[in-house]
């Protein structure tokens, strides 16, 4: 049987690995992105509180159905705790509204429709800063990351008798753009020190993990949360 997906935050990075990684399997995926591309993938800016909503209702449309619900986009800002207090607080509210609310009411909206049709899954992407936390100007990335685990678990508990499943996965460092950059933007050869593998994660190797988790885990690993960081944080 076909699988109809919706997926986040599929324009470039991990999300474009995803879409990439699910090409040849029996599924017709449906992605997003902020602001229009001019290809076929949605577009809806999530710092607008409607975005959910509407990304939801244009996904519908086009697959009928929908087994699957991705939340893969997110951001990764810094603010320092000496930013003003209205910048900090601005920047707090924008990773939350991005990373977890908009998540969450994609989930809701998943949820409600799973019901009324038997069952379905979600794959939520977070991050190792759930577990682990991140850097000083990151607070509100680690807290986003930490709710969006464990808003899974309380999905995956909620409503696995009506054949709702739920993940999450938990990258560390994941090599998305030019290498330079984004070690620089990482903190540098530093960061490879932290890793026992000795490297940091390719996008490949997270979309593999949303596509086994998407298709083919078993129900009874429902609530599990993945991680892929290459040893840097074992838990
Ligand atoms: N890369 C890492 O090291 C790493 C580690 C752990 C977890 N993660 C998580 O993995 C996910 C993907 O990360 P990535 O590194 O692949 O990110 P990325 O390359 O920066 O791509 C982010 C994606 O999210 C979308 N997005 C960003 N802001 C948005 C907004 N306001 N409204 C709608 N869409 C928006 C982007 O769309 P546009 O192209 O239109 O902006 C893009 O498709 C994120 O949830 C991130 O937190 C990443």
């Known amino acids: 049987m076909t699988i109809n997906i919706l997926a986040t935050g599929t324009s470039r990075g991990i999300g474009k690995a995803i879409l990439d990684r699910f090409a040849g399997e029996d599924v017709r995926i449906v992605g997003h992105r902020s602001?229009?591309?001019?290809?076929?993938?949605?577009?809806?800016?999530?710092?607008d509180p409607t975005a959910p909503r509407r990304i939801w209702?244009?996904?519908?449309?086009?697959?009928?159905?929908i087994?699957?619900?991705?939340?893969?986009?997110?951001?990764?800002?810094a603010v320092s705790i000496d930013a003003p207090d209205i910048a900090w607080t601005e920047?707090?509210?924008?990773?939350?509204?991005?990373?977890?609310?908009?998540?969450?009411?994609?989930?809701?909206l998943a949820v409600l429709h799973f019901r009324r049709q038997g069952g379905g899954r979600i794959v939520n992407v977070a991050s190792r800063a759930a577990h682990r936390g991140d850097s000083p100007a990151h607070w509100h990335y680690a807290a986003s990351k930490g709710g969006m685990v464990a808003m899974t678990k309380t999905i995956a508990r909620g409503?696995?008798?009506?054949?709702?499943?739920?993940?999450?996965?938990?990258?560390?460092?994941t090599m998305t753009g030019m290498a330079d950059d984004y070690l620089a933007s990482r903190?540098?050869?530093?960061?490879?020190?932290?890793?026992?593998?000795?490297?940091v994660a390719d996008p490949e190797e997270i979309a593999e993990t949303v596509r086994f988790l998407a298709l083919a885990a078993p129900a009874s690993m429902t609530g599990a949360v993945l991680d892929i960081n290459g040893a840097s944080y074992v838990r």
């Open 91 to 108: 920047a707090w509210n924008r990773t939350m509204q991005i990373n977890l609310t908009a998540a969450a009411e994609l989930c809701r």
């Open 57 to 65: 209702d244009q996904a519908l449309e086009r697959l009928g159905r």
């Open 187 to 199: 903190g540098g050869d530093k960061l490879l020190a932290d890793i026992p593998l000795g490297r």
């Open 35 to 47: 602001s229009d591309g001019g290809d076929d993938i949605l577009a809806a800016d999530l710092t």
């Open 159 to 173: 409503y696995a008798a009506e054949g709702i499943l739920a993940f999450a996965v938990c990258p560390g460092f």
């Open 67 to 77: 087994d699957v619900l991705i939340n893969n986009a997110g951001i990764f800002e």
